[in-house]
C-alpha cells in the first residue's frame, strides 16, 4: 500500500471517506510523531498542499499544545491550527503492542516526522538501522533544539531559548530598555518552515535518484533561527559590530520608525531606497529634506537620524491616520497601520484574498483560521478541517490501514498502547 514519491501513479483515495486533500503533494503519506509546534507544523505546512498526515499522540496525556493557551470551553485553539487538516490516532511507542502497531503502520508512509531528544527512538527500539529496515525509502524528519551532535544536544529547550541564543532578542527593545520577547514562539515557526523545506529537498533528491535510500533530516531550532539572522554574523565577521536594540528604528535605512498620528493611531513607515525618500518627503509637504545635505544619501541619513526621526514624527504627528494613509497611498508609498487581529480580520484586502478561512470542526463547529500559503495555479491547497480531537481517527486509521477489528482495536486501547 505504501507509494513512494517518485513513482508516476494515482495516489490511493484518502482512508475512510474522508475529504479528499488536495494540492500538489497529493498521495505523499507523513505519519507525524512530534509534540507541541515546530515538528507540528512543518508537517501541517505539507498536509496544506494536500499530504495525506497522520498525527500520533501519546494515549491519555496527548500532546502537550493540548494544554497551551487559548482554550474554549476546554478546548485547545492552538491544537486545533497546528495540527489542522491532519488525522489524529494515539500510540504508545514504549509499549510492546505499541511497537508492533508501529513497525506495521510505518510502511505504510513516505516521510516521519520526530521532535524527541536524540536517542529517545532508538532506545525504544526504533534506531535508524531499524526504521529503514522496515521502510527502506523513509524520510525522517528529526526537528530539536540543538541538533542531533554537540555538547547541548540532550539539553532542553523552547523557542525562547533559541531566540535568545542565536542573538534575535538581543535586538529587540528600546536602546535604553531590556532585552524583548516578542509575543509569539518565532522560533518554533522559523523550525518549522526550514523542517518543511528539508522534507521537500530529500524527497526531490528520491525523484531525480530513483534508487536512492531514505535519509534522515537533522533540523534545529537553533540553528534555524540563527540562519534567518541574514547579515547578523558577517556584519560582526567583517565589521566587528555587535548590533544592538534601537526600539522600532531601522537599522539599516533612515527614515524609518513606528509613528503616532494626530488622532493616536500607530503607523509603521520605511524609506529604505533613494526614490521611496523622495516620494515620502513629497507626500508630506516637505521638500526641502531632499535637498538638505544631511539626508540627501542614505548614508546621510543613518548619520543624522535622530534629526530627522523628530522631523518626520513631528509631520506624521500633524495628521490623522486616514489623512496619512491618503497622503502615502497617492505617492506609492509602502506603510500600514499597526494592525490589532481585529484589523486583520476586517482588511479589505484580506478579505479579498480571502486570507482567513471558516474551518470545520469536530468540537466546536466552525473556526476561522489563516488559509493556505502559498497559492499554486493549477493544485491550490485548501484547509480541509481543524485539528482533530485525541484519538478521533483510531478506527479509520487502525481499522484500515492494518485491518484491525472493532474488538482489536478496543482492546489495544484497553492495554494502553494506543
Known amino acids: 500500500m505504501h507509494s513512494s514519491p517518485h513513482e508516476p501513479q494515482q495516489p490511493e483515495p484518502p482512508l475512510g471517506g474522508a475529504p479528499p486533500p488536495q494540492g500538489p503533494l497529493l498521495g505523499l503519506k507523513i505519519l507525524d510523531i512530534s509534540t ?64 508492533r502497531v508501529f513497525e506495521r503502520l510505518l510502511p505504510r508512509f513516505d516521510v516521519l516526522v520526530e521532535n524527541f531528544r536524540p536517542g529517545t527512538l532508538a532506545k525504544w527500539g526504533f534506531g535508524s538501522q531499524r526504521l529503514f529496515a522496515l521502510q527502506p525509502k523513509l524520510i525522517v524528519l528529526r526537528m530539536t533544539g540543538f541538533g542531533q551532535s554537540g555538547p547541548y544536544r540532550n539539553k532542553p529547550g523552547f523557542a525562547r531559548v533559541f531566540e535568545a541564543m542565536s542573538g534575535f532578542t538581543h535586538m529587540c527593545g528600546e536602546a535604553d530598555g531590556p532585552p524583548l520577547h516578542i509575543g509569539f514562539p518565532i522560533a518554533d515557526a522559523v523550525g518549522g518552515l526550514f523542517g518543511a523545506l528539508g522534507i521537500l529537498s530529500a524527497l526531490y533528491h528520491q525523484r531525480v535518484h530513483p534508487d536512492a535510500p531514505g535519509q534522515e533530516i537533522d533540523c534545529a531550532l537553533l540553528e534555524s533561527m540563527f540562519r534567518v539572522l541574514d547579515f547578523l554574523p558577517v556584519e560582526f565577521d567583517q565589521l566587528g559590530i555587535v548590533r544592538g536594540r534601537s526600539g522600532n528604528l531601522s537599522q539599516y535605512a533612515a527614515p524609518g520608525n513606528v509613528y503616532r498620528t494626530r488622532d493616536g493611531h500607530w503607523a509603521s513607515i520605511a524609506a529604505s531606497t533613494q526614490s521611496i525618500y523622495e516620494r515620502f518627503c513629497v507626500a508630506l509637504g516637505r521638500p526641502d529634506l531632499i535637498a538638505d545635505a544631511r539626508f540627501a544619501s542614505n548614508q546621510e541619513r543613518m548619520r543624522h537620524r535622530e534629526t530627522l526621526d523628530a522631523i518626520i514624527a513631528s509631520e506624521i504627528a500633524r495628521r490623522s491616520i486616514d489623512e496619512l494613509k491618503t497622503l502615502l497611498d497617492a505617492n506609492d508609498m509602502g506603510f500600514s497601520p499597526i494592525y490589532t487581529i481585529e484589523d486583520v480580520f476586517e482588511d479589505p484586502h484580506i478579505r479579498a484574498r480571502e486570507d482567513i478561512v471558516s474551518v470545520p470542526d469536530t468540537e466546536l463547529g466552525h473556526l476561522r483560521m489563516q488559509s493556505v500559503v502559498p497559492r499554486f495555479s493549477r493544485t491550490p491547497g485548501k484547509v480541509l478541517h481543524a485539528g482533530p480531537a485525541q484519538g478521533a481517527d483510531n478506527a479509520r486509521v487502525y481499522g484500515e490501514l492494518l485491518g484491525l477489528s472493532v474488538g482489536e482495536i478496543e482492546r489495544l486501547r484497553g492495554v494502553g498502547a494506543i
Open 36 to 99: 507541541v509546534v515546530a515538528g507540528p507544523w512543518s508537517s501541517t505546512l505539507l498536509a496544506d498542499l494536500g499530504a495525506e498526515v497522520v498525527k500520533a499522540e501519546l494515549p491519555g496525556r496527548g500532546d502537550p499544545l493540548r494544554d497551551l493557551a487559548p482554550h474554549k470551553n476546554g478546548v485547545p485553539l492552538w491544537w486545533k491550527v497546528t495540527n489542522r487538516n491532519k488525522l489524529g490516532i494515539t500510540l504508545d511507542l514504549r509499549h510492546p503492542e505499541g511497537k
